[in-house]
């Protein structure tokens, strides 16, 4: 074991099997209609897409699309930034940390469940700046600017990762419209939420892993925003809690794919310093859409990079299930919160270290107050 730090061993219950079994893969969609229609459109091949959306929300959480519509250069282009910033030397990365001021830019002990990660992380917004409540008080109106600090290297960094940014946004809005029709709503129904938005975006590098029996690349996690959209490259080791039975499922590499998973927003965010536990989508939908963990094992053969995009609503939308899905059998089962506030609240017990688990929507659960 040399002389690796102890904050990284997950307990035993936790570590990655180093067989993985080959199972099925989580579902493959292919958003081709939407090249030539509106998600909005009522023809056969749209229908069919948002029922094959709805049935990935509600048996997976997860599902990865093809011809999404994001050009391949523009995604071949941020990652070759993103390489060439983390094979940097640390001195270097660390010109661009984050810190209590600025929770953008480079970050290498970032910590899951409070066991550190084996990875390094650089972090931005897409709404550069981006406005969140100053404190967590509820009664303080006062906010707060979220600026996005870019390298010198590699000269293209700050350009690669603003256009990439513009084109997964567009496709998240598709989603979002399949995703709202998939519920019986309208398909504009939850885009207006994202008017000012807090998403965010991560380049991950996970370095080789000298202990990856006893590590991993991202502990067990559920993703904290509305809806993330992830570019993962061809080394795998994301894997998936599969709902029916609960066994770690690894998500195939699929070339110029996209894995899409709704619910919860879960990862530590820039915007706090441990994990959340909120689920923006699994709220709206009053629970018919549950937010799903997830996790990635690490390689001691080769290094990977991923890019996911966490897509957030303004930060003055209050979270609530949605009124059209709310029934006299299926009353409301969350009150509302508002979402600037709630990220607030967290990120500053996260930043005190008062608990891990801290806030969570699970809270605003009625019933459980
Ligand atoms: O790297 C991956 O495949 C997933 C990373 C992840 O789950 C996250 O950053 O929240
Ligand atoms: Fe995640």
Known sequence: MGDVDESFFQDAAHRPKLSTTEAENIPLIDLSPLLTNDPSDTSSAVTNLVAEIGDACKNWGFFQVINHGVPSACREKIERAS?????????????VSRDENNPLGFYDTEHTKNVRD????????????????????????????????????????????EEYARDVEKLSYKLLE??????????KRLSGYFKDQTTFMRLNYYPLCPVRHLALGVGRHKDSLALTVLAQDD??????????????????????????????????TPFSWSTGNEKISQVWSND??????????????????????????SHYVMVEPLE??????????????????????RNLS????????????????IGDL
């Open 83 to 95: 390489r060439e910033f983390f094979l940097q030397p640390t001195e270097e990365k660390r010109k």
């Open 118 to 161: 084996w990875k390094e992380v650089f972090d931005f917004v897409v709404e550069n700046p981006t406005i969140l409540p100053a404190s967590h008080e509820p009664h303080d109106m006062e906010l707060m600017e979220l600026t996005n600090q870019w390298p010198d290297f590699p000269t293209n960094f700050g350009e690669a990762c």
């Open 178 to 187: 399949l995703i709202a029709l998939s519920l019986g709503l309208s398909s």
């Open 235 to 268: 080394v795998g080791g994301l894997e998936v809690k599969r709902k029916t039975d609960g066994e770690w499922i690894q998500v195939k590499p699929t070339p110029d794919a996209y894995i899409v998973n709704v619910g919860d927003i879960i990862q530590p």
């Open 288 to 313: 018919r859409y549950e937010s799903v963990e997830h996790r990635v094992v690490a390689s001691s053969k080769k290094e990977r990079f991923s890019i996911p995009f966490f897509f957030g609503p």
């Open 324 to 345: 059209e899905l709310i029934s006299e059998e299926r009353p409301a089962k969350y009150k509302a919160y508002n979402w600037g506030k709630f990220n607030t609240t």
């Open 350 to 365: 996260n930043f005190k270290k008062l608990n891990v688990e801290n806030i969570q929507i699970d809270h605003f659960r």
